[in-house]
């Protein structure tokens, strides 16, 4: 994502304001809040160092944007793994007893990447669902799903 982006500067928002001078009013009246604030100095220069990271456009909101560049859809399936992947990052405990769907869910995100990559390398506009029992072959706008389709020609 991180590539992409960089490769392709102007196809993804990173900043939620990318006019300088007007980013630069605010993050000074930003920080004049701060200072006429009665917290601590401590406090302050904690809230002084994080005001940059209020300008970063969430990290959802740029893979949506980036999925939606490429044209690839994620289906329901694809979409909770995703949710589940960032709450895990974030910390989040696994339910118990969820082992089999993290298993389901890391292949469902290594068949979003996939899926990203040959969009990105026009590599294919097929892929092998390898997280679907029988590993169909989809068309890269086609979402991984539990419902196993094969195209009209191929067989499993």
């Known amino acids: 994502q991180r ?5 392709n500067p102007t196809k993804i928002q990173t900043k ?3 006019d300088r001078a007007l980013w630069s009013k605010f993050s000074d009246a930003v920080d004049g809040v701060i200072a006429n ?3 601590p100095e401590e406090s302050k220069a904690a809230l002084r160092q994080n005001i940059g990271s209020l300008n970063k456009v969430h990290q959802k909101a740029k893979m949506d944007a980036l999925l939606r560049d490429l044209g690839i859809v994620l289906g329901p399936e694809e979409a ?3 949710k589940r992947r960032n709450d895990a990052a974030h910390g989040n405990e696994m339910e118990a007893g969820g082992e089999l769907s993290l298993i389901q869910d890391n292949k469902l995100l290594k068949v979003v990447f996939h899926r990203m990559l040959l969009r990105i390398t026009n590599a294919s506009d097929l892929y092998f669902d390898y997280a679907t029992p029988g590993f169909p072959i989809r068309r890269l706008v086609e979402p991984s799903s539990s419902a196993s389709v094969i195209l009209p020609g191929r067989s499993s």
Request: neutral net charge.
């Open 3 to 7: 590539r992409y982006i960089a490769a």
């Open 16 to 18: 939620i304001i990318d």
């Open 37 to 39: 604030s009665a917290l």
């Open 80 to 82: 909770l793994a995703w």
